[in-house]
């Protein structure tokens, strides 16, 4: 008996299989699900301002910082010689690739000898004091030479640019002393000019101030080439000068 009904129900399954309609094969979908490329694996989460700071990057602005307070505390302490240097700005920067991100250092140094020569320079490193030694470096490698008149003053107003910032600088009759914001009136001091008065306007971040002031200064012109121009001799135009005369 259960012999016979085993058979009864593999005849019903074998009859209502071959007479159910098949679902037809879509071609193109399985050829999508076979050639699909495998799902790449997640990228790990960038480490910067704008997916937060985790605390190891927390950790390593605080290292990086001590060992900038350091540095500028050894150089304070160092007998001052004929160049003088001004740490403007150290920043730490980051560039973003494909194999992740690269953390680095950037800083901003101007130097003068207060004889008229000065000048500036950018450098990046790994550390802040790499960073600072070549921008010292690439300082003297670009340097600016003003004439002055009577050892302190300009000749004539001068106005430089870079991008949106103007710096405007005004010559004073010596002993009239600077009027100038904290940044101009350090570079100026330190380049020998005493006697002047700056003004910036626009975008007035550090580094624009500083290319915008080089390159007001690099159109400075001595009375020697003054006076060449105008066919004039230098004790004219110096007596002239004294007598407040044009």
Same mark, same amino acid.
């Given at each position: 008996?259960?012999?016979?009904?085993?058979?009864? %129900?593999?005849?019903?399954?074998?009859?209502?299989?071959?007479?159910?309609?098949?679902?037809?094969?879509?071609?193109?979908?399985?050829?999508?699900?076979?050639?699909?490329?495998?799902?790449?694996?997640? +990228?790990?989460?960038?480490?910067?301002?704008?997916?937060?700071?985790?605390?190891?990057?927390?950790?390593?602005?605080?290292?990086?910082?001590?060992?900038?307070?350091?540095?500028?505390?050894?150089?304070?302490?160092?007998?001052?010689?004929?160049?003088?240097?001004?740490?403007?700005?150290?920043?730490?920067?980051? /560039?973003?690739?494909?194999?992740?991100?690269?953390?680095?250092?950037?800083?901003?140094?101007?130097?003068?000898?207060?004889?008229?020569?000065?000048?500036?320079?950018?450098?990046?490193?790994?550390?802040?004091?790499?960073?600072?030694?070549?921008?010292?470096?690439?300082?003297?490698?670009?340097?600016?030479?003003?004439?002055?008149? +009577?050892?302190?003053?300009?000749?004539?107003?001068?106005?430089?640019?870079?991008?949106?910032?103007?710096?405007?600088?005004?010559?004073?009759?010596?002993?009239?002393?600077?009027?100038?914001?904290?940044?101009?009136? $350090?570079?100026? $001091?330190?380049?020998?000019?005493?006697?002047?008065?700056?003004?910036?306007?626009?975008?007035?971040?550090?580094?624009?101030?500083?290319?915008?002031?080089?390159?007001?200064?690099?159109?400075?012109?001595?009375?020697?080439?003054?006076?060449? /121009?105008?066919?004039?001799?230098?004790?004219?135009?110096?007596?002239?000068? /004294?007598?407040? %005369?044009?």
């Amino acid at each position: 008996m259960t012999g016979c009904i085993a058979i009864d %129900l593999a005849i019903r399954a074998i009859k209502y299989s071959s007479a159910a309609p098949r679902r037809p094969v879509n071609s193109a979908r399985l050829a999508r699900v076979v050639c699909a490329p495998p799902p790449h694996p997640p +990228s790990p989460p960038l480490t910067h301002r704008y997916n937060g700071i985790t605390k190891e990057a927390k950790l390593e602005d605080e290292r990086v910082k001590k060992e900038l307070e350091d540095y500028v505390l050894r150089d304070q302490n160092k007998p001052a010689g004929d160049w003088a240097e001004l740490i403007v700005k150290v920043d730490r920067v980051q /560039k973003v690739t494909k194999g992740g991100v690269i953390m680095s250092n950037r800083c901003l140094v101007t130097i003068g000898n207060n004889k008229g020569a000065g000048g500036f320079g950018m450098g990046k490193g790994p550390s802040p004091q790499e960073a600072m030694t070549l921008a010292s470096r690439n300082a003297r490698k670009n340097l600016v030479f003003v004439d002055r008149y +009577s050892n302190s003053a300009l000749m004539h107003d001068l106005v430089g640019t870079h991008n949106n910032c103007k710096v405007v600088l005004r010559a004073l009759p010596p002993g009239m002393g600077m009027t100038a914001g904290p940044l101009i009136r $350090e570079m100026l $001091e330190m380049m020998g000019i005493a006697d002047c008065s700056a003004k910036a306007y626009g975008n007035r971040n550090p580094y624009s101030v500083v290319r915008a002031t080089f390159k007001a200064l690099k159109m400075h012109e001595g009375l020697e080439v003054i006076a060449r /121009k105008r066919g004039k001799r230098v004790m004219e135009l110096a007596r002239a000068k /004294k007598l407040h %005369l044009d």
